[in-house]
């Protein structure tokens, strides 16, 4: 079983920019791909991000595309997001997933707020 912690998250005003991330405990992360989800309030969780096991491969939720970066670094068994140009509309939980064990992190929370 893999363990997944996030963490970057916070309160941000529109525009600004955070950098989350993801580790995970096992040295299989990367073979596997990799996902960011987010759930805002009310709302069901969705794709953001995902990223192959190399990293050569990556796709976007068209509501983030041009302004978020999923990456990775198998050395450190860790996933990133840079999410740059923040709109209030980002606010939500973020989660990130081992698409192999479809397992979840705990979730980190991102606001975005005047």
């Known amino acids: 079983q893999v363990h997944l912690v996030e963490s970057g998250g916070g309160l941000v005003q529109p525009g600004g920019s955070l950098r989350l991330s993801c580790v995970a405990s096992?040295?299989?992360?990367?073979?596997?791909?990799m996902a960011w989800y987010r759930q805002a309030p009310g709302k069901q969780r969705e794709l953001v991000a995902a990223?192959?096991?190399?990293?050569?491969?990556?796709n976007y939720a068209d509501s983030v595309k041009g302004r978020f970066t999923i990456s990775r670094d198998n050395a450190k068994d860790t996933l990133y997001l840079q999410m740059n140009s923040l709109k209030p509309e980002d606010t939500a939980v973020y989660y990130c997933r081992h698409v192999g064990t479809q397992t979840w992190g705990q979730g980190t929370r991102v606001t975005v707020s005047s």
């Open positions: 096992r040295s299989a992360f990367s073979y596997n791909a």
């Open positions: 990223i192959s096991p190399t990293g050569d491969n990556t």
